[in-house]
Each structure stands twice: as structure tokens, then as C-alpha cells.
Nanobody, 128 residues
Framework: DVQLQASGGGLVQVGGSLRLSCVAS????????VGWFRQAPGKEREEISC????????HYADPMKGRFTISSDNPKNTVYLQMNSLKPEDTATYYCAVAEGWGSLKTLIPRTWEYTNWGQGTQVTVSS
């Protein structure tokens, strides 16, 4: 079974940084795209970023460009999300998910419904 374990969340002050980790098991890592999403209470889930473990290509949702960086360590089956200059509006539960069978993200990116397995989420709280 595919399993995803997200970690690294916590309480941080405005302007601080966190690095989230997503460890995947039960899959051939380089055949998947890994995406990061977040959902705040009362709001819809929103995409942050995704990375192809096939060629390392990345995609960022427009509102997320500049402060978030996604990276992957294929031998460790781990994808990271570095978050800098955090703001109170970044407070949310952050999830990682995988989409199978994608190559490069240079032309197409998975739609949210194409992510088939989701981690349990890690809470990020930014205090002012």
C-alpha cells in the first residue's frame, strides 16, 4: 500500500520558516509526482506546489511563488516544502499527495483529483 507521512509542522512566529517533509512508501518513487496542498478551517483546499520525481521539474501555484520551495530526495523517498517569511494566513493543515504515472511537469500538471493517495496532514500555525 502507498503511504505518505507528512511532518514538520508546528507553531512559528510571523516571518519565521518551517520545512515540511513527506516520506512515501509502497511505491516506485520516481514514477510519481508529489504535491503539497493546504486547507485552512472554513476554506477550500488549495494547491501549493508539486514536483516530478522523474525529472525534478516543479510547479508552483501563482499565490505560492516566492516564499515556498519544493525539493525532493529520491533515495530517501522524501519531498520537502521549505516555507519562508510565514504569515498568519499560512496557518492551515498541510497535506502531501501523490499522482502516479506523470513524467515532466513542463507541459502538464496533475489536477487535484488525479492525486490518488494523501498523507494525514501536518498542522502549521503562524502566530502574530
Amino acid at each position: 500500500d502507498v503511504q505518505l507521512q507528512a511532518s514538520g509542522g508546528g507553531l512559528v512566529q510571523v516571518g519565521g520558516s518551517l520545512r515540511l517533509s513527506c516520506v512515501a512508501s509502497g511505491l516506485t518513487f520516481d514514477e510519481y509526482v508529489v504535491g503539497w496542498f493546504r486547507q485552512a478551517p472554513g476554506k477550500e483546499r488549495e494547491e501549493i506546489s508539486c514536483i516530478s520525481n522523474n525529472d525534478g521539474s516543479t510547479h508552483y501555484a501563482d499565490p505560492m511563488k516566492g516564499r515556498f520551495t519544493i525539493s525532493s530526495d529520491n533515495p530517501k523517498n522524501t519531498v520537502y516544502l521549505q516555507m519562508n517569511s510565514l504569515k498568519p494566513e499560512d496557518t492551515a493543515t498541510y497535506y502531501c499527495a501523490v499522482a502516479e504515472g506523470w513524467g515532466s511537469l513542463k507541459t502538464l500538471i496533475p489536477r487535484t483529483w488525479e492525486y490518488t493517495n494523501w498523507g494525514q496532514g501536518t498542522q502549521v500555525t503562524v502566530s502574530s
